[in-house]
Structures are given as C-alpha cells and as structure tokens.
C-alpha cells in the first residue's frame, strides 16, 4: 500500500511538468488575425524551414559556382549579410538562436482579397517578449538612420492604441510589438483590429475559422510552410464571375479539364511545402473531389474501379516522362453536355469536313476507336542515325496511346499517318522503310540527305525519322526509329504486370539526368557563353560547363501526381533530393 502514494504523487509531477510545458509554449499568431481573412501564408517553425532550405546539398554545391558566389558578393547580398552581423551583435545571439526566440511561436501573413492594395497583416510569435521588444527598437533606429541616408523627410510616428505603442510610417507602413509577437500592416485599421484581439476587445480570429481548421486536416502534418486561400471570395471577383458564365469552349476544356469545375465547387484551397525523409513535398489540395463534378468527369477521370493513368514510361536518357486519363471519345458522346449549341453545331461540321484531312476519314470515328490512357515521353538521345548533324538539337520523343478497338484505330491511324507523310513528300524527300521488331511492324521515313529543303537552314530535320507501330493495345508514334524501338520493348515487358488501381489520373516526372546529357549537346554554345560572361580561359570554362552537368545529374528526379477521391483533390509536386 505503500507503493500507491508515491505513485500519486509521481502523476502529480507528471501533470505539473506537462502544465508547465504548455504554457510556456507560445500562442498561435492566427489568435490575432482578424476572421475577415481571405489568405493566410503560415510558417509554425521559421527556423526548422531555413534549415532545412540551407542544409541541401544541391543549394550548398550551387553556391560554389563562380557565378553564383558572383551573386552572393553582390553589393546587395553584402549589406544583407551586415545587417544580419549587426542585428547578432545588437541582440547577443547568433542568427539561427535570434530566428528561435523571436519567431520561435510561427508567423502568418494574412490578406483580404479586394481593394488596391489589399490590407495585409503580418504576425510574427516569439518566445522572448523582452528580446522582442529590444528587436523592435533596434530595427526602428536601422529604418530612421536608412530614411536620413535616403533624405527621406517622413519619420516614422509612435501613437498607442489599445494600451500598445504602433509605430507609423507614411500610408503605407505600421507596426506594433505586443507582448511577444510583433504586428506589421499596410493598413492602420488592419493593425488596429489584431490589436483589438490581442487586448480582448474582439474574439473572432482566424483561429476558430473552421475552414482553417479542416485544411490543416486535409493537409500533411507538420508542414514546412503553409497556404490557405478563401475561394468563396475569390469566386465573387468579377473576373472569376465572367469565367464561369460562360461555358468554355472546346481549348478551353481540354485546357481546364476538371479543375476549372473542382475550384467552382471547393470553399477553399489549401497547400503546404513539407519535409519528408530526403523528399521536399509541394501539395495542393481541395475538400471536393469527383462526387458532384458535371460531364468533364467523362474526359478526364477513369470509371470506378479502372487505373486512374497507366505507369510513367522511362526509356533511357528520359528527359520528362507524362501518363494521363483522356477519354477522346467523350467529347463526342458527351457534347450535348459540355459545349453550347453553337459549338456543337461548329464541332459536328469540322467533323463532317475532317475527312479531306484525315484521308477519308471522320474525326468522330478515330475519337470513339481511341483509348483514354496517354502517355508522353522525351528522351535524349545522342543522333537520329544521320551523317548530317543538325545545326539546331531536338531531343526525340513520342506518344502512347492506348486504343479502345485496336484493330479498327490501329488501321484507320495508320492510314492517317500515310496520308500525312503522302503529303509531307510533295515539300520533302522521304524514304519509308518497314521493319519487323519484336513481333511488332515498325513504320518509319527517314529524311534524304542528298535532297537539299531551303527552308530548313538549321538542319531540323535531321532531329526526326518519324516512326510508329502497333504492340498490342497501344499505338506508338515517336520522332525517331531510335525510340520507337525502346518502346516497343517497355510496352512489351509493361503488358506481363497486373494493372494497378489508383486515383492518380495524371502524373509526370521530370529527370535531371536526362537534362545533363542535353547540356552535353550544347557544351561548345555554353562555353563560349561562360567565356563572355566570366573572362575566363577556355579550359575553366569548360570545367565549369562540365561541374554544371555534373550537379544537374545529381539533382535527384521531381515527380507530380493529380488524384480525385469522392470528396477531395490533391496535386502532389515531389523533389526527391537525391544527396
């Protein structure tokens, strides 16, 4: 029996040190943001963020280029740097520990959409009210000695509101230290109401904003930095009114797709910039998604149940890789649906005319024989198989697309391409060749060498054999014979896996080390470039054209993803920042 008073008595510490540890943790900025808010721009640890942005290996070997150490001893980044020395001299401590005590709370910068300008607040929580206070004082006797050296005449005026010393200088500018945050408006009236909030006059902040609240849950935890956007205010701007009373025409659709109809149905945008493993992750998100979305949900968003895209194709030497959902067929089906009469009655005669371009054919037939899954690729690749090198570099690349009659599409397009290389030989000469690859036909022109085009004095044409062929399902038209045949093999060796669900109808990648081997083909144009600019010999200028490359490659891959649920949107931009 002895045991249980002591154990009493240990909870009882546990409770006091947990008590003690909330209240000396600093209170949220949005407390003193009014709620008529349209924007908040939040960061909760400033320094954490800093940190992580300068701990990157790519920032740190970016800054050893002579170039950009150029920049950094600029005149400008000079004084910057002395004004930082001068604030960690003033205030005994190093900048990182300053940035801790005195933004340790977080910062958000507020904005009401409308007016020019729009008022805008900027709160800022520190820890330390006392070295807060001495900050505020040190930056007032910075910006009155700066505005003598300028002869500026205006100084800035102390008046108090609410029991609180502001500070104002001309229309434009005011500020106020209260307690351990520190307020800073364009706006005197924006300023007076944080103030209202911060001595208990008002009690509507940004803070109990339950819009706020569901997008800090429908984003990651723990971001970096933080966007909320009220999109109700956004959608009473007169611009946004006219967009949306209007139904778009057809570029238009294929342009803005279901993201025009998502952002008319979504009470807020919300997005966050977040620190995952070795991942810097940019999202941006929606509390609507495929539930309630019109007819544009047929193009864009496969069926329940159907992949969403199919897998990114990566041959080698890829420069950007892309796979997206895009019904063709339902432009058709669905035109009742999505476009005025007018432009149905335009889009039914183009299709009636198509035939003189499509050799004979429809437009409507091809979009209903087409598939909904898409892919692009670009790739570099060191020749196109000429002896002839082209004054002006192309990277290859192609189209993938799935077809939803394989046989009926793959003849019809192929007797479209035909016709256009038919017609491409009254400008140019070509020669067709045929090739049985992989269990696959592969039709490809190769451009006449001996065959002089004026109106080529670049060469460009030399970047291209244009090529296609049928594997299975999927229809392939590339640039070159070249990458024609890689894809044949990826599509091939893609068929054995098993189709995987997901919610993601687009998704591309861009690849840094597909842009290092470009920066090869344009190493002569790059040197030349850093000679002029650096006045440095040629073997430097080369090193450095060759450094540059080196860094592009090990940039590590950025990968993007657009996903609809029932209820939500989200549009993932992933850094994978490779060391």
């Known amino acids: 029996m002895r045991l249980l008073p002591r154990f009493a008595t ?14 000396e943790e600093p209170a949220s900025p949005l407390r003193l943001v009014p709620d008529s808010a349209d924007l908040l721009l939040e960061v909760k640890n400033p320094r954490r963020l800093v940190e992580t942005v300068t701990s990157l290996d790519a920032l740190k070997q970016l800054q050893q280029f002579p170039s950009v150490k150029e920049l950094l001893d600029s005149t400008t980044s000079r004084r910057y740097y002395q004004f930082l020395a001068y604030f960690e001299k003033e205030l005994g401590a190093d900048r990182l520990d300053l940035l801790d005590r005195l ?73 106020a230290v209260a307690g351990a945050s520190l307020l800073v408006s364009n706006n005197e009236k924006a300023l007076q ?27 990651p935890a ?61 999202t941006v998100r929606m509390p609507s998604g495929r539930d309630g ?3 544009i949900k047929s193009i864009y968003l496969a069926p329940d149940g159907q992949p969403g895209s199919r897998p990114l194709l990566a041959p080698k030497g890829v420069l950007y890789s ?69 004054k002006q570099h192309v990277p290859a690349f192609a189209v993938v697309t799935e077809m939803r009659d394989p046989e009926a599409f793959g003849r019809n397009l192929e007797t479209v391409l035909r016709g256009a290389a038919l017609f491409a030989l009254t ?61 044949v093999d990826e599509v091939q060796t893609e068929a054995k896996a098993p189709p995987v669900a997901s919610a993601v109808c687009r998704r591309f990648r861009l690849v840094p080390g597909g842009f290092a081997d470009l920066v090869k083909v344009f190493e002569d144009s790059l040197v030349t470039q850093t000679i002029l600019d650096q006045a440095v010999p040629p073997a430097e200028a080369r090193e450095q054209v060759k450094a540059f490359a ?11 993803e657009e996903a609809y649920t029932p209820d939500s949107f989200r549009f993932d931009l992933r850094w994978k920042t490779a060391k």
């Open 293 to 295: 979305m019109g007819a």
């Open 103 to 175: 933004a340790g709370g977080g910062a958000v910068l507020a904005a009401k959409i409308g007016g020019d300008p729009g008022p805008a607040l900027l709160v800022v929580q520190g820890k330390d009210e006392k070295l807060m206070k001495k900050f505020a004082d040190t930056a007032l006797d910075v910006v009155e000695q700066e505005l003598a050296r300028q002869g500026v005449k205006e100084r800035p005026l102390k008046e108090t509101y609410q029991g609180v010393e502001t500070v104002r200088i001309g229309k434009d500018f005011c500020a």
């Open 322 to 390: 892309e796979s997206f959902y895009m019904d063709p067929a339902a432009f058709w089906t669905e035109r009742a649906k999505l476009f005025s009469d007018q432009q149905i009655k335009s889009f039914e005669e183009a299709d009636k005319n198509s035939g003189k371009f499509l050799s004979g054919l429809e437009l409507s037939k091809l979009l209903t024989e087409a598939g909904p899954y898409h892919r692009f690729v670009a790739v570099e690749q060191e020749s196109a198989g000429y002896k002839t090198t082209p």
């Open 222 to 282: 723990d971001p970096l930095a933080s966007l909320w956007v009220n999109y109700e205010t956004v959608k009473r701007q007169q611009a946004v009114k006219d967009f949306y009373a209007v139904r778009l025409d057809i570029p238009g659709t294929i342009v803005f797709g279901t993201l025009a109809d998502t952002l008319h149905r979504s009470p807020f945008v919300c997005a966050a910039l977040c620190k995952e493993k070795d991942d810097l992750l940019l």
């Open 193 to 219: 109401a944080a103030l209202d909030l911060y001595a208990g006059k008002s009690k509507k902040s940004m803070a109990d904003v339950a819009s706020v609240t569901e997008a800090a849950k429908l984003l």
């Open 427 to 487: 400008q140019v000469k070509l020669k067709m060749t045929e090739e049985t690859y992989k269990d696959c036909q592969i039709t490809s022109y190769r451009f006449r060498e001996d065959a002089p085009y004026k109106a080529d004095v670049n060469d460009v044409r030399f970047n291209f054999t244009p090529s296609f062929a049928r594997v299975g399902d999927q229809f392939v038209v590339a640039s070159t014979v070249e990458l024609c045949r890689d894809l």
């Open 10 to 23: 240990g909870l009882t510490l546990v409770a006091l040190l947990a008590a003690s540890a909330a209240a």
């Open 550 to 560: 080196q860094w592009v490659r090990g940039l590590g891959p950025v990968d993007a």
